[in-house]
């Protein structure tokens, strides 16, 4: 965010932090998560073949300041995670292990299978500390023959994550309704 602390309001809860984001016009510092929810339509298999990422510009990364959000992730379904570094020329989706509620899980390469009783989650984490990054995903299925591809992207518009190395940092004090800046 490019904007003093005095300037900055509280953070939302959760479920209101893109809005809150947008109104500050703020960008992904450092990594961005994204969860896809995947399931077919009916009980006919449809196969995940390939998440692709896609680099549509770069950038030096963005002047101002890092304010932390408390970030969630709960749901009924264990997630397989991958990996996106954005510095790399050609950045790859890595599945990589992670872990649900205490429990280790193990990274699955892909193809996945899924239906409509037989959903996936997938967890992606792209990470970046040279660049503002644009990007977006780029999901592959096949089924009965068929093939396609789903962009994944933020609303129509890519991705924005921007390194944030070097950047003073800020989190939220509650109980003196101010942010503060992270020593250290």
């Known amino acids: 965010v490019d904007a003093p602390p005095e300037r900055v309001p509280p953070p939302p809860a959760p479920q209101d932090a893109g809005v809150w984001a947008g109104a500050q016009r703020a960008v992904h510092g450092g990594e961005t998560l994204v969860e896809l929810s995947v399931q077919g339509t009916s009980d006919t298999a449809v196969v995940l073949t390939a998440l692709r990422v ?6 030096a990364p963005a002047a101002g300041n890092a304010y932390a959000m408390d970030q969630g992730c709960g749901g009924a379904l264990t997630p397989r995670y991958f990996d996106v570094d954005l510095d790399k020329d050609r950045p790859l989706a890595r599945p990589v292990a992670g872990n649900d509620a205490g429990t280790p899980v193990p990274a699955v390469r892909m193809p996945y299978r899924v239906s409509a009783t037989d959903p996936e989650v997938l967890l992606v984490t792209a990470r970046t500390d040279a660049c ?8 592959d299925w096949s089924s009965q023959g068929r093939t396609g591809t ?7 518009r890519p991705f924005r994550t921007s390194g944030i190395e ?9 109980s003196g309704r101010r942010w503060a800046r992270r020593s250290g």
Do not use: A, F, I, S
């Open 150 to 156: 789903v962009r994944v992207d933020d609303g129509g």
């Open 132 to 139: 503002d990054c644009r990007w977006y995903l780029e999901l």
């Open 166 to 174: 070097g950047l003073p940092h800020y989190e939220y004090d509650t």
């Open 54 to 59: 896609r680099v549509v510009g770069r950038d």
